[in-house]
């Protein structure tokens, strides 16, 4: 199924969605909600069984783990509140946005929704869900103060308006085609009108919260009330954080708990290895970037910028760091995978000798330059170590600085002429490139400034038709893989290890662990 | 030679080859390591001992013996720096206390009790993330965390030696308190101050290792023995000698450097 | 008598100087880190305008001295105040962590300052001998190995390949003695090797340092059995720095058992902390600051006293 035509019928299918499946042959299974798609093929997948508890461990927790979908930030944020909140779409498999909340979302612009509530779903404690919960819940993050890290992407809900008992409509303040996919984003989940204190909230999600400590760990008893038919399945989830990586191995494997995320590649042998564990991979287009500023000095040369695109020896970090999870990339940040591709952008290669063409050509030979890496950008110390014995025979003298990962996105990131960031997954190449790569943007950390490239963006933003959308993508691809002051090595694969008991697990890019909403899917097996 | 190991016995002389080799490598490791630090030598990773890689790879594929050749001078020399400055520090203020009136005395003890009752991995966490880390930052941090615990027990044994009956009667022909402290009370405590001067090394030793545990030691691609433990812990379900070499280098160099500094005290 | 109770007087003073001290110190360096809880709460997702709100809303807009003089207020008005962090107040945070330290704390202690004394006393009284060096070398050995190696060495060895152990601590609230022991036994076990070898060596060295005095060679001469010599005569003089290394040993069990908490999972004071930092949690910080430094001051005043008392010259 390809991506042209799931937007072709995008609006009949999301309306369609709320008769429960009529119109599943206008599109695949793969349009379908997950509790949907199970049954739909009961042969494929073995009966659910319900009950028992499991330990959760993630890679962060600490006191400023937070109950406030706005203020989410680290793993256990996302975890806990898919596991409490519910979005109006939920992401798939191809992290396209189906219905969630919502039965029905309609447009015919792009830029005014209107979206249709489903009838009887309740809050934990009983409040049903009311059109001004949502109208709540989305505009909460334009205030400042709320802290929301997604302010940038709504500023784009112009208005949020109740226009009937379950109707809400929103305007953008330009098209957006993206809008189901934007809502699905765990930041915008729905709670309750009205809510500032978030220690108690009530969400409509899968489990209720019955222990919350920050930094210490999180309980969510089964919502008996869900709406969601025959979910969730266990009784209870405990989430914890456990920052060290073999420490979180060790866990698992001493069957303290039954689900980690973040394994590092050098022990997946280990955990496949051992009797009653596997392994779920997750290709994804998390990236760590090296960020060449396009605004000062001397990193503003156009040719030291390539010859240091050209030093990253890309098989080599694939191979050394990774371990082969993870997928070369194209200075870009559009995964191989996605159907918008530039599939014929050449493959820019490990070429010291054009490196060092650049060098010359630029009067840049022997420049010494130190490169600010950080445990906070994953693999970004290895990969400066690496760059720096590429750069020694092109003639360019680099230095790691690495500094700790206290401080780093504020005082580091983007701000030397060499440092390293990292990307998580974005739903769409819409919020990757205005975040992260149009030219006013705050997180554009190279200061690349292409008026070309904003230009494409906007356009591609409201337009409607796939074939022309795709081009504009892929001309947006070679301009930032070419001129902008973003290189990307390699996309990171996510590596979660379970408990083998442990069903219902399929990967979701956007995070591991489903995505962060494993919650309502898993089941343990007998 | 043989008159030297007749005073020092088996335990000291092992414990002077110990130090000594582990000297020696930390002046010239870099120069006759194998390989650069940083190259990697290999594909694969976590290598068991070879001809060709003597002590195996690491998590990245570089030389292991390479590695502990160029970070033996950071662990080394940080340590031997450190536990100097906190020695030199902590028993001349302990000193000075000692036979200071009470009101220098008191004012010195609780400004080490303050400085003493900040965790030491905290104070160096906040050092670190204030100031950035940097060789001479770690050896100030180091220093003078373990500044007040020399202190504490270098003033407790010259308040007791100076209640011993000679000290009283020194006292009593009308010495001067610098006479007092430097030619009747220290050289009581010179053999204490060096058992525990050799602690203190282990613990500087040990406490780089821990704050390369949080992220806060010595910064690649610099590495000293403790960050080269912790960054291959993904093999030591293998039993890597990635591993196993460091731990085992920071080991002997901590009991060789105790095994002589123990043979010193027995006899002499 | 009369002066331990003098010196209980005016250590108490004293040790609201001291707390005022480390106040001052903490809140001096805390303003030396860059970036503030603003910005670390938004982290890459920080952007001026969001940043400046959130200063407002946190009142990180004050002068520093002014929300230094605020901070003292609320505390002696009986309020540690609230955490920037999460907005829940710092006394919660620290109830709900600080039994659980002091429960590592108190039963490390049970384990290791015993054992390390007997350790001690034992290689003190063969000294000289085989037992003397086996024992000094097999405790050097212990001190040796980073205790995250130790630490994660015993989990595979119990918890993984065993399973005897659990490899995270984390006790229900009414623990069975089994479910106790299950959860205890490797993050004591991990920090009384490294303690162990601290307070053994020190007992040693300060009993040793005894038996050369002269009324040690009076005893001998009049023939005392070692054992007695050691117990009953170097001992008694060796108690004040014996107790000085128990104290120091023991106050870290408080702050210094970070990596103890982050490789079992132990919530603890020590996490609390290093999280206070990290999220630039002014209000946390401070309380753990003072907690560390109570503590502590505790510890040495019961080191002190032991020493007083043992100690018949500086009983007068």
Known sequence: ??????????????????????????????????????????????????????????MSSSTADTMDPAAGSLSTDYVRHYMVYNGLTQY??????????????????????????????????????????????????????????????????????????????????????????????????????????????AGTGPYKIAEFRPGVRTIGKRNENYWKPGKPYLDEIELVGIPDKTARVNALLSGDVQLVNAIDPRSTRRVEQAKGFSVMETPSSLYTSLVIRQDVP??????????????????????????????????????????????????????????????????????????????????????????????????????????????????????????????????????LFSLFFKSDADWNSSRWNNPKFDQLLAAARSE???????????DMQELVSNECGIGIPVFMSLIDGYDSRLRGLSPIPIGGMMGYSFAEHVWMAA | MNKLYTRLGIAGSVGLSLAGLWLLISLFGPVLAPHGPGEIVDYEVFLPMSAEHPLGTDYLGRSVISRIMDGARFTVGIAFAAALLAALMGTGLGLFSAVSGKAVDESIS??????????????????????????????????????????????????????????????????????????????????????????????????????????????????????????????????????????????????????????????? | MNTIVTLLLRRLGISLVTLLL??????????????????????????????????????????????????LGSLLSGSPGVSLANNMPVAELVADRLPRSLML????????????????????????????????????????????????VAVLIFAVELGWLSAVSYAPQDPTLGQFLATYALPVLTLSLVLVGQMARMTRAALIEQLQQPYIEMAVLKGASPARVVLRHALPNAVGPIANAVALSLSYL????????????????????????????????????????????????????????SNPKLRK
């Open chain 3, 254 to 309: 408080m702050g210094g058992v970070v990596i103890i908490e982050v490789i079992f999972n132990y919530p603890g004071i020590a996490s609390l902390m290093v999280d206070s930092v990290t999220n630039r949690d002014f209000p946390l910080l401070q309380a753990c600051a003072m907690l560390f430094c109570t503590g502590y001051l505790i510890l040495v005043l019961m080191a002190d006293t032991a020493a007083i008392l």
């Open chain 3, 105 to 152: 704390a108190g039963t490390t202690t049970v384990v290791a300052v015993p054992f390390a004394l007997f350790v001690g006393i034992v290689a003190a009284m063969y000294h000289g001998r085989r037992a003397d060096s086996i024992i000094s070398t097999a405790v050097m050995f212990v001190v040796a190995v980073p205790e995250f190696l130790v630490a994660t």
């Open chain 1, 1 to 58: 199924m390809s991506r042209d035509t799931a937007e072709f019928s995008r609006r009949q299918m999301l309306r369609g969605l709320a008769g429960l499946g009529l119109t599943a042959s206008a599109g695949s299974s793969l349009l379908l909600p997950g509790y949907l798609h199970a049954e739909q093929t009961p042969e494929e997948i073995p009966q659910p069984r319900y009950g028992g508890r499991i330990r959760v461990a993630t």
């Open chain 3, 22 to 71: 480390v106040s001052a110190v903490v809140f001096l360096i805390t303003n030396l880190l860059p970036g503030d809880p603003a910005q670390e709460m938004l982290g890459q997702a920080a952007t001026p305008e969001v940043v400046e709100a959130l200063r407002e809303k946190l009142g990180l807009n004050q002068p520093a001295h002014i929300r230094y003089l605020n901070w």
């Open chain 1, 298 to 431: 001397p990193t503003n040369s156009r040719d030291l910028t390539l010859a240091i695109k050209y030093l990253l020896d890309r098989p080599t970090i694939k191979r050394a760091l990774f371990r082969g999870y993870a997928t070369i990339a194209n200075d870009h940040p559009v995964h191989p995978s996605h159907p918008f591709y530039a599939a014929d952008l050449p493959q820019r290669e490990h070429d010291p000798d054009r490196a060092s063409y650049h060098l010359r050509k630029g009067g840049l030979e022997g420049l010494r330059l130190p490169a600010y890496a950080s445990p906070a950008a994953t693999g970004s110390v290895d990969m400066a170590t690496l760059l720096q014995l590429s750069a020694i025979p092109a003639g360019l003298n680099l230095g790691v600085n690495r500094v700790p990962s206290d401080g780093y996105w504020s005082n580091h990131w983007g701000k030397h002429p060499l440092s390293f960031g990292n990307i998580n997954p974005r739903p769409t190449l819409d919020m």
């Open chain 1, 464 to 474: 409607g038709d796939q074939a022309r959308r795709k081009q504009m993508y892929v």
């Open chain 2, 110 to 268: 609780r400004l080490m009790d303050a400085l003493l009752s900040i965790p030491n991995k905290i104070f160096a966490l906040v050092m670190i993330a204030a100031f950035g880390s940097s060789v001479p930052l770690l050896l100030l941090i180091t220093g003078i965390t373990y500044t007040p615990g020399v202190y504490r027990i270098a003033r407790a044994l010259a308040v007791n030696i100076n209640q011993m009956d000679y000290i009283q009667v020194a006292r009593a022909r009308g010495e001067g308190r610098a006479y007092l402290a430097l030619s009747e009370v220290l050289p009581n405590m010179i053999h204490p101050m060096l058992t525990d001067f050799g602690l203190r090394f282990v613990y500087v030793v040990l406490l780089l290792s821990s704050l390369s545990f949080l992220g806060l030691g010595v910064q690649p691609p610099n590495a000293d023995l403790g960050s080269l433990v912790r960054e291959n812990m993904s093999g030591l379900w293998e039993g890597a000698p990635a591993i196993m070499a460091p731990a085992a280098a920071i080991a002997s160099l901590t009991i060789g450097v105790n095994l002589f500094i123990d043979s010193l005290r027995g006899r002499d």
């Open chain 1, 92 to 201: 798939d498999e191809a992290l396209r946005g189906q219905l969630s909340l919502a039965e029905s979302m309609e447009t015919d612009d792009q830029k005014t929704w209107h979206v249709t509530l489903r009838q009887g779903i309740q809050f934990h404690d009983g409040k049903p869900l009311q059109p001004e919960d949502v109208v709540y819940s989305l505009m909460r993050h334009h205030d400042p103060a709320t802290g929301s890290r997604v302010k940038p992407i709504a500023d784009q809900f112009e208005s949020v308006t109740v226009t009937g008992p379950r109707k809400v409509r929103i305007n953008l303040t330009s098209p957006n085609a993206d809008l189901p996919e934007i809502l699905a984003d765990s930041h915008f989940l729905i709670v309750q009108d009205g809510t500032s204190d978030f220690r108690n909230a």
